[in-house]
T-cell receptor
Framework: LAKTTQPISMDSYEGQEVNITCSHN???????ITWYQQFPSQGPRFIIQ???TKVTNEVASLFIPADRKSSTLSLPRVSLSDTAVYYC????????????FGAGTRLFVKA | GAVVSQHPSRVICKSGTSVKIECRSL??????MFWYRQFPKKSLMLMAT?????????EQGVEKDKFLINHASLTLSTLTVTSAHPEDSSFYIC?????????????FGPGTRLLVL
C-alpha cells in the first residue's frame, strides 16, 4: 500500500499561489493520485485526480513528474476560505482498493 | 458532481445504547462504501470497507461486533455502533466509490458527530 508524505503545515497570504508537494515513493503502476480538501467538521471534498503529467481543473492544478514518485497540488491565488487540511492519497490499485489517509497538510491562509 | 449524504449529522446518546448512521449515494450506484472515524485534529482512520451484498471487511483493531455494517443496496450503507461508550465519541465519515469517470475516486459524506454520554 503506497504511503504518502506531506508537510504537516503551511502558511500563505491571500492572493498567493500555494504549492503542496506529496511524496509517494512506492506508488504502483495502476495507482492514481487524488487530492482532497477538508474543513473542520466536514467530510473531505474531492479536488483533483491525476495519473501522470499535468491535470488542471477550475480550482487547482496537479503536477506529476515522469517517475510519479511525487506530486504537487497547486492552488492559484488562495483566499482565506482555502484554509483547510489537504490530503494526498494514492490508490491501492484496481478493484477492491482501499485508501489510507496520511496526516495531511494544514494550510493556513492569512489576510 | 457525485453526492453522498449521511444521517444524522449529529447524535447524542447514553452509554450502552446503539446508534445507527446511514450513508447514501444520491446520484450514483456505489458497490463499495467506506467508513472512517476521525478524532479532533487527527487524520481519517479507515474502519471498514462495505461491499454491497456481502460482508464488510474490517481493518485491524476494529471490532466487527461493535461496529455493524450493512450494505443492503447500491445506494445505502449503514453503520451501527452497538452498546456505545464515551470512547466511541468521534466524527464518523462515510465515502462511496464512484468508478465513473475516474478510477478510484471516493466521494465523502458530510460526517456524523457522535457524542456518547
Amino acid at each position: 500500500l503506497a504511503k504518502t508524505t506531506q508537510p504537516i503545515s503551511m502558511d500563505s497570504y491571500e492572493g498567493q499561489e500555494v504549492n503542496i508537494t506529496c511524496s509517494h515513493n512506492n506508488i504502483a503502476t495502476n495507482d492514481y493520485i487524488t487530492w482532497y480538501q477538508q474543513f473542520p467538521s466536514q467530510g473531505p471534498r474531492f479536488i483533483i485526480q491525476g495519473y501522470k503529467t499535468k491535470v488542471t481543473n477550475e480550482v487547482a492544478s496537479l503536477f506529476i513528474p515522469a517517475d510519479r514518485k511525487s506530486s504537487t497540488l497547486s492552488l492559484p491565488r488562495v483566499s482565506l476560505s482555502d484554509t483547510a487540511v489537504y490530503y494526498c492519497l494514492v490508490g491501492e490499485g484496481t478493484g477492491g482498493f482501499k485508501t489510507i489517509f496520511g496526516a495531511g497538510t494544514r494550510l493556513f491562509v492569512k489576510a | 458532481g457525485a453526492v453522498v449524504s449521511q444521517h444524522p449529522s449529529r447524535v447524542i446518546c447514553k452509554s450502552g445504547t446503539s446508534v445507527k448512521i446511514e450513508c447514501r449515494s444520491l446520484d450514483f450506484q456505489a458497490t463499495t462504501m467506506f467508513w472512517y472515524r476521525q478524532f479532533p485534529k487527527k487524520s481519517l482512520m479507515l474502519m471498514a470497507t462495505s461491499n454491497e451484498g456481502s460482508k464488510a471487511t474490517y481493518e485491524q483493531g476494529v471490532e466487527k461486533d461493535k461496529f455493524l455494517i450493512n450494505h443492503a443496496s447500491l445506494t445505502l450503507s449503514t453503520l451501527t455502533v452497538t452498546s456505545a461508550h464515551p470512547e466511541d465519541s468521534s466524527f464518523y465519515i462515510c465515502s462511496a466509490r464512484d468508478p465513473q469517470p475516474f478510477q478510484e475516486t471516493q466521494y465523502f459524506g458530510p460526517g456524523t458527530r457522535l457524542l456518547v454520554l
